[in-house]
């Protein structure tokens, strides 16, 4: 089975999809480490990559690129991005689409506690930081795509992780997969 996390920054899911990875040995793609991997590559911040991404596209289709190749081309997979889900409807992708969303509050504080496991994202202002690139990101995919991210009409599960731990998050997760696997 092909399973998609989204979810704005902040949110948990690449929290829970390590947990759901690991519990149910799926391989595990993340979108946000291969893009960190790019702006390190390129000895910029992460801000500063989507700012370029903002001016061309050819960084946003890169990563989607290698993303639709691994939905297309492996099973047991577990892809978390923020298109994610979206790339398998666009493409026409059987997955089971899954979003995970947080109060802009959690998030934040999500962001703040893994500071320093992503000190490239440090700056000053947290807030409109991660304000900003939301913003950036929902331009550039309406742009790209013609989508509106923050629409979830197309996901099998939308979960608020706002008040739950990741692995009370997860167990809904794997509740909604194993319901899926025996309907299938």
């Given at each position: 089975m092909r399973?998609?996390?989204?979810g704005p920054p902040g949110s948990g899911k690449t929290t829970v999809a390590e947990i759901v990875g690991n519990r149910m040995?799926?391989?595990?793609?993340?979108g946000g480490k291969i893009f960190r991997e790019k702006a390190?590559?390129?000895?910029?911040s992460l801000a500063e990559l989507g700012t370029?991404?903002?001016?061309?596209?050819?960084?946003?289709?890169m990563l989607d690129g290698f993303l639709l190749d691994v939905l297309r081309n492996r099973e047991n997979v577990i892809v978390e991005s923020r298109l994610s889900g979206w790339l398998c409807r666009l493409n026409g992708i059987d997955a089971f689409k899954i979003f995970v969303d947080a109060s802009e509050e959690v998030r934040l504080e999500r962001i703040k506690n893994s500071i320093i496991h992503r000190k490239e994202e440090m700056g000053d202002n947290l807030l409109s930081q991660m304000r900003e690139r939301e913003e950036s990101e929902w331009e550039r995919y309406k742009k790209?795509?013609?989508i509106d991210y923050r629409d979830t009409s197309i996901y099998d599960l939308v979960v608020d992780?706002?008040?739950d731990s990741a692995e009370e998050v997860a167990e809904v997760i794997?509740?909604?997969l194993n319901l899926r696997?025996?309907?299938?």
């Open positions: 399973v998609t996390i989204s040995s799926y391989e595990l793609v993340t390190n590559e390129m000895n910029i370029e991404a903002e001016k061309d596209g050819k960084y946003d289709k790209y795509y013609g992780a706002s008040y794997i509740s909604g696997e025996r309907t299938s």
